[in-house]
């Protein structure tokens, strides 16, 4: 095939290419047209920095074969993410934003595929309903401390302001593209995004809090309910995406390759910052060059939140900790049910052994922890992507 040929198989706007990528099943693509993609990434960057090179960079950037991305990266687009969120004054904010964005994005594809039915299947209503409560709690987050600003006042904000929706369609149209034709994997890719924002949420809350703890006692209480809401929308979008059944998931599987979440760096990083170091994972995480970094002698002397808390004697701050570890605890085993249903008797996706690589880590008791880590700014306190 010669590469004029190739050329014609993606289009050259970035809107018609964004388009394209969004109907077609991408681990069907041939080596020639993923080349291809690469060149067009590789054009866009050396490039001058204008709105449709910017927008060919973030549709082509995951299929780089100059990039080392971890495959996770690679079909989860999170690049997309960390873009827009660089781009908030609020890191908590601009996450509630993203996620609402990619929820109704979501529950309308999911209108349109009920819409093809004489009678709606009982799994596409359930979905449905399921994915309106949640876009109902993030509606419903509280933004700052000594504010009445929710999440559904940052939304109505956004409709507002130019800049801000452009952003906001910039991020809906460059990601969430699926490796299969099945329609039920945009229920998975769309769930493993709103969790990795929330991961990076609660991470940055555990640090509010931990800077405030015996300094601003309100505070700290604060940060300490948005962590549980935040908990708890773990646990709904969990509950959300059981509308997949296993033969549903298995349909699609196969088409993710190694896009395992056990290389998530915002989930590491997360539970790093509430639990401390956990010497369980240092073999995981050496197995990945971008997990590695956690083993750093600094992160592994982070003190945590849960350390922080246990060396006061507020009963109070003690409490409303452990509802915080309650609620995430719960989303664990949620988690560890999910893998040991879909994944019975199976390797994981990346090599883990699946559902049992779960059950290893749901109790987070005796982890260990050191002085207060000064500056861990470059890595704790950015989204994280490859």
Same mark, same amino acid.
């Given at each position: 095939?010669?590469?004029?040929?190739?050329?014609?198989?993606?289009?050259?706007?970035?809107?018609?290419?964004?388009?394209?990528?969004?109907?077609?099943?991408?681990?069907?693509?041939?080596?020639? %047209? +993923? #080349? $291809? /993609?690469? @060149? *067009?990434?590789?054009?866009?960057? !050396?490039?001058?920095?204008?709105?449709?090179?910017?927008?060919?960079?973030?549709?082509?950037?995951?299929?780089?074969?100059?990039?080392?991305?971890?495959?996770?990266?690679?079909?989860?687009?999170?690049?997309?993410?960390?873009?827009?969120?660089?781009?908030?004054?609020?890191?908590?904010?601009?996450?509630?934003?993203?996620?609402?964005?990619?929820?109704? %994005? +979501? #529950? $309308? /594809?999911? @209108? *349109?595929?009920?819409?093809?039915? !004489?009678?709606?299947?009982?799994?596409?209503?359930?979905?449905?309903?399921?994915?309106?409560?949640?876009?109902?709690?993030?509606?419903?987050?509280?933004?700052?401390?000594?504010?009445?600003?929710?999440?559904?006042?940052?939304?109505?904000?956004?409709?507002?302001?130019?800049?801000?929706?452009?952003?906001?369609?910039?991020?809906?149209?460059?990601?969430?593209?699926?490796?299969?034709?099945?329609?039920?994997?945009?229920?998975?890719?769309?769930?493993?995004?709103?969790?990795?924002?929330?991961?990076?949420?609660?991470?940055?809350?555990?640090?509010?809090?931990?800077?405030?703890?015996?300094?601003?006692?309100?505070?700290?209480?604060?940060?300490?309910?948005?962590?549980?809401?935040?908990?708890?929308?773990?646990?709904?979008?969990?509950?959300?995406?059981?509308?997949?059944?296993?033969?549903?998931?298995?349909?699609?599987?196969?088409?993710?390759?190694?896009?395992?979440?056990?290389?998530?760096?915002?989930?590491?990083?997360?539970?790093?910052?509430?639990?401390?170091?956990?010497?369980?994972?240092?073999?995981?995480?050496?197995?990945?060059?971008?997990?590695?970094?956690?083993?750093?002698?600094?992160?592994?002397?982070?003190?945590?939140?849960?350390?922080?808390?246990?060396?006061?004697?507020?009963?109070?701050?003690?409490?409303?900790?452990?509802?915080?570890?309650?609620?995430?605890?719960?989303?664990?085993?949620?988690?560890?049910?999910?893998?040991?249903?879909?994944?019975?008797?199976?390797?994981?996706?990346?090599?883990?052994?699946?559902?049992?690589?779960?059950?290893?880590?749901?109790?987070?008791?005796?982890?260990?922890?050191?002085?207060?880590?000064?500056?861990?700014?470059?890595?704790?306190?950015?989204?994280?992507?490859?």
């Amino acid at each position: 095939m010669t590469t004029d040929a190739v050329r014609l198989t993606f289009p050259e706007h970035s809107t018609a290419l964004a388009d394209r990528l969004a109907t077609t099943a991408l681990a069907e693509l041939s080596q020639e %047209e +993923l #080349a $291809d /993609l690469s @060149r *067009r990434y590789d054009e866009a960057l !050396a490039g001058p920095d204008t709105e449709e090179n910017d927008t060919i960079r973030l549709l082509t950037r995951p299929f780089s074969r100059r990039l080392a991305i971890p495959e996770y990266y690679r079909y989860t687009g999170l690049h997309v993410f960390g873009q827009f969120l660089s781009g908030q004054d609020d890191a908590f904010g601009g996450c509630l934003l993203a996620m609402h964005a990619t929820l109704t %994005e +979501l #529950a $309308d /594809l999911e @209108r *349109r595929e009920a819409c093809r039915y !004489a009678v709606v299947p009982e799994h596409l209503a359930e979905r449905l309903l399921g994915l309106h409560r949640v876009i109902d709690q993030v509606g419903a987050m509280s933004v700052a401390p000594y504010s009445a600003l929710r999440g559904a006042d940052l939304v109505r904000a956004a409709h507002e302001d130019e800049r801000l929706e452009r952003q906001l369609l910039l991020l809906r149209r460059c990601c969430g593209f699926r490796r299969s034709d099945k329609h039920d994997e945009h229920i998975f890719i769309r769930s493993v995004q709103a969790c990795e924002l929330t991961f990076f949420m609660i991470r940055g809350l555990a640090r509010q809090a931990i800077a405030v703890v015996g300094l601003d006692r309100a505070e700290f209480m604060f940060r300490m309910g948005q962590l549980i809401a935040c908990s708890e929308l773990l646990k709904e979008i969990f509950h959300v995406l059981k509308t997949l059944s296993p033969e549903l998931f298995l349909g699609f599987r196969d088409a993710t390759g190694d896009a395992s979440a056990v290389q998530s760096l915002n989930y590491h990083l997360m539970e790093l910052v509430v639990y401390g170091y956990d010497e369980r994972k240092a073999e995981t995480y050496a197995g990945f060059a971008h997990l590695d970094l956690i083993n750093d002698p600094r992160l592994r002397e982070f003190r945590s939140l849960k350390d922080v808390v246990a060396a006061g004697a507020d009963a109070e701050v003690i409490s409303a900790y452990t509802e915080v570890e309650r609620c995430l605890l719960m989303w664990r085993g949620r988690h560890y049910g999910f893998g040991r249903t879909y994944l019975p008797n199976m390797k994981g996706s990346g090599g883990t052994e699946g559902a049992g690589y779960l059950k290893r880590f749901i109790d987070k008791s005796g982890l260990c922890s050191g002085t207060r880590l000064d500056d861990p700014e470059d890595l704790l306190s950015r989204f994280a992507f490859c």
